[in-house]
């Protein structure tokens, strides 16, 4: 059974999931940055733009997995779902 504290690993193998599922129909060049007009400020190649999240995910978990007061599950499902948003919109989803 998994443990309180480990439920929140769910959320990058999540990611890295749908990333795998979407990666041959999103583009090249991911976006990352966007101005206030929508428009891409600057773009990380697919293969990095896709496992920068999911890895920033899991270093967060691990590293505050003994801390007493630990926020990092929440922080964590806020990355997944920006993640998310950013795959939506560079397939023109939104």
Request: charged fraction near 10%.
């Amino acid at each position: 059974m998994l443990e309180k504290k480990n439920i929140w690993f769910l959320c990058p193998i999540v990611l890295i999931i749908i990333s795998l599922i979407l990666y041959p129909r999103l583009p090249e060049d991911i976006p990352m940055q966007f101005n206030i007009h929508g428009e891409a400020n600057w773009t990380l190649p697919k293969m990095i733009g896709l496992w920068i999240m999911p890895c920033l995910q899991i270093v967060l978990l691990l590293w505050n997995r003994n801390k007493e007061n630990n926020n990092a599950g929440l922080v964590v499902v806020l990355l997944m779902f920006i993640q998310l948003f950013v795959m939506i919109t560079s397939l023109g989803g939104i």
